[in-house]
């Protein structure tokens, strides 16, 4: 019988859980401000600097530690809207 995600994470020591989950929090974030820029219009999204990514992650860990969720809302120039949950 296979090992199940969480038999995998239980046999793990805590702080490597925890350093696994801050980098899946880091590209999950990475991947969502990557989608939100890809709506600004035809041509490269703009790199993203790992101070804003950095950032992003402090203020969505604050938001999180009072049981709340972070979103990001670009309003367009043609009046949509474009966000995403970080």
Do not use: F, Y
């Not at 090992?3 to 994470?9: A, F, G, K, R, V």
């Not at 203020?59 to 009046?79: A, F, N």
């Amino acid at each position: 019988m296979g090992w199940t995600l969480e038999d995998m994470i239980s046999s793990k020591s805590p702080e490597v859980v925890q350093r696994a989950q801050e980098i899946a929090d880091e590209q999950l974030v990475h991947l969502s401000v990557t989608k939100l820029l890809s709506n600004l219009g035809p041509g490269d999204v703009p790199e993203i600097a790992p101070d804003v990514l950095n950032s992003l992650l402090s203020l969505k860990r604050s938001v999180e530690s009072h049981d709340c969720r972070l979103s990001l809302l670009v309003h367009m120039p043609d009046g949509t809207d474009h966000g995403v949950n970080i």
